[in-house]
Nanobody, 120 residues
Framework: VQLQASGGGLVQAGGSLRLSCAVS????????MGWYRQAPGKQREWVAT???????NYADSVKGRFTISRDNAKNTEYLQMNSLKPEDTAVYYC???????????????WGQGTLVTVSS
């Protein structure tokens, strides 16, 4: 299983970016898709998740500005980021929780990260 994140870049405060994360490989089922981020000198923090049952959750710091979504046909998840702030500057990592067969346990797989820089 491989995850390829893309869409990061440099944007001015107040601007928007859309991150994508394409999942490839072989699996039985995906349970959760989500995003974390890690700002310079800080610990990785959770941003958003979308569960198979449609349940969506956001960190308070991004609620109302970020939208997570998934396209099951394309095996891709997205993070639409609006009203970006300098404090959103970070490397954004996508992940999925899946199992490779009906007999295996669910485990997390991570993408390589994409850098988002928001200038003031």
């Amino acid at each position: 299983v491989q995850l390829q994140a893309s869409g990061g870049g440099l944007v001015q405060a107040g601007g928007s970016l859309r991150l994508s994360c394409a999942v490839s490989g072989s699996w039985s089922s995906i349970n959760v898709m989500g995003w974390y981020r890690q700002a310079p000198g800080k610990q990785r923090e959770w941003v958003a998740t979308i569960v198979n049952d449609g349940n969506i959750n956001y960190a308070d710091s991004v609620k109302g500005r970020f939208t997570i979504s998934r396209d099951n046909a394309k095996n891709t998840e997205y993070l639409q980021m609006n009203s970006l702030k300098p404090e959103d500057t970070a490397v954004y990592y996508c992940y999925v929780r899946l199992r490779t067969s009906v007999w295996s346990a669910y485990r997390d797989y991570w993408g390589q990260g994409t850098l988002v820089t928001v200038s003031s």
